[in-house]
């Protein structure tokens, strides 16, 4: 089936490159966000977030009139659902924003229509929207009622790209297909042919959902190790990099790396709705969660014999003389992007309790947030080696790898990523 008019809801980091990469193969696109200033930015051609690339794609995208976006929903041959999905206060998996799109594009659909839920969501999710919608519009029939005679076709197919490389990624990555019925998967495979060159393949929606928490909780639970590792061995005095590097010679044993603690809106976030659903079963799970957020609460705790080992050191000091530099505040290497960063949560933590001066050098961003402002001060590399007694690294941004090590003398070093 052709699709002539494609439309993804929700324009953030999944849904707007998406939508561009679909508006550059020469499909219509209608692209529909609840925030009217991505909507007006996107519709002059420009981008509300940070992807390598992607500026000119969609600048491409809308002004060869493929791509516009709106506030709201228009007929579409098919619909991606692609909003967040965050957890609430007690780590349950929040659906509002997923059932506020499928209620607002019900109206809009009409028999031989595909929905896609591409946000990551706790098994169930996608028979929950299809029940949804299947309320909005009692006068279409749904799968899970028609099986494969229904008027609308549902699939989940979990986005898994990683950020910073999220147009190659989504063209290149293999694509898991999970219908609720198969010739929903059927229909599924035929719309995301029209860019992906990976393979397509098809499971059912549960395991589709399933898939994509698995995937992000098998890179937590190796995190969790490494990150244990390294708390042990500074216990034992043992260099932990050092260490990794040995045993990951051994031809079946691929240790990750330990880090101030696990960032980012992903990895710290998915294998919570395996815990939430089974949490009698997800035992190892939960552990490796509670061991990468004790993370940076660790290395803060590091800081503070750090600067009671400095003014131990200089005795006519005071704390208030002391100036601590931190290099890194992004969730991960080499990008912008800071949510639920340890590098940032330790920052505001030593600033908030530190009486003397907190430096912060962070590559990728040129001016810091109000909140920040008077607390923090933003400075180049060079400026932060020159005047810390005490720096911490944390984030391995290339910027940081290639400093003179002449330049890391007469201080205390905490390098929570090895790479110093
Ligand atoms: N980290 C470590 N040690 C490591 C690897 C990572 O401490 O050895 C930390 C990073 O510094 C960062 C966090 O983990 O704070 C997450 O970074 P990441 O690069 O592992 O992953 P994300 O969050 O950028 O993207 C992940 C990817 N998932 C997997 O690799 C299984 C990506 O493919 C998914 O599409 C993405 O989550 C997502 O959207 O779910």
Redesign the pocket.
Known sequence: MPFNTISVVGLGY?GLPTAAVFASRKKKVIGVDVNQKAVDIINRGQIHIVEPDLDMVVHAAVTEGYLHATTQPEPADAFLIAVPTPFKNNYEPDLTYIESASKSIAPVLKKGDLVILES?SPVGATEQMSAWLAEARPDLSFPQTHGDESDIRIAHCP?????GHVLRELVQNDRVIGGMTPKCSELAISLYKIFVQGECIVTNARTAEMC?LT??S??DV??AF??ELSMICDKLDINVWELISLANRHPRVNI????P???????AV?PWFIVSKTPEQARLIRTAREVNDSKPEWVIEKVKLAVAEHLQANPTKTAQEVTIACFGLA???DIDDLRE??ALAITESIAGMHPGKTLVAEPNIFELAEKHIGKLQLVQSEIALKEADIAILLVDHKEFKTVDKSDLTNKILIDTRGIW
Do not use: M
């Not at 603690?261 to 990895?267: A, D, F, K, P, R």
């Open positions: 999944i990551t986005e898994r790209v990683l950020p994509k995937e992000n098998s890179r190796g995190i490494a990150n990750l790396q330990p880090g603690g696990v960032g980012g809106h992903c990895i998915d969730f991960k290497a960063s340890p």
